[in-house]
Nanobody
Framework: QLQLVESGGGLVQPGGSLRLSCAAS????????IGWFRQAPGKEREGVSC????????YYADSVKGRFTISRDNAKNTVYLQMNSLKPEDTAIYYC????????????????WGQGTQVTVSS
């Protein structure tokens, strides 16, 4: 059974860093496109970053460009989201997702989801 489990969330001060992890089981991430999404209270889920498995191309939302980095370790079947220079507006539940192929870094394009991990940026 395909499963994604996120970890690494928590409370961090503005300007701090966190690294989120997403461990996959039941399937190999080698052939799956991956994405990180977030949803803040009262807001729609938005695509933060996505990576194409075939060529490694990445997408970042404008709001996180230069601060967040998506990566994958196929040997560990795990994907990561390194988040630096965190801001209060980054506070949200962060989800990882996987799909054999995506067209747009949007939630409708991904079929498998983790349960989410809370990230809170506050002093």
């Amino acid at each position: 059974q395909l499963q994604l489990v996120e970890s690494g969330g928590g409370l961090v001060q503005p300007g701090g860093s966190l690294r989120l992890s997403c461990a996959a089981s039941g399937f190999s991430l080698d052939y799956y496109d991956i994405g990180w999404f977030r949803q803040a209270p009262g807001k729609e889920r938005e695509g933060v970053s996505c990576m194409d498995s075939s060529d490694g191309n990445t997408y970042y939302a404008d709001s996180v460009k230069g601060r967040f980095t998506i990566s994958r370790d196929n040997a560990k079947n795990t994907v990561y989201l390194q988040m630096n220079s965190l801001k209060p507006e980054d506070t949200a539940i962060y989800y990882c997702a996987a799909d054999p192929e995506y067209d747009v870094c949007g939630s409708a394009d991904f079929g498998s989801w983790g349960q989410g991990t809370q990230v809170t940026v506050s002093s």
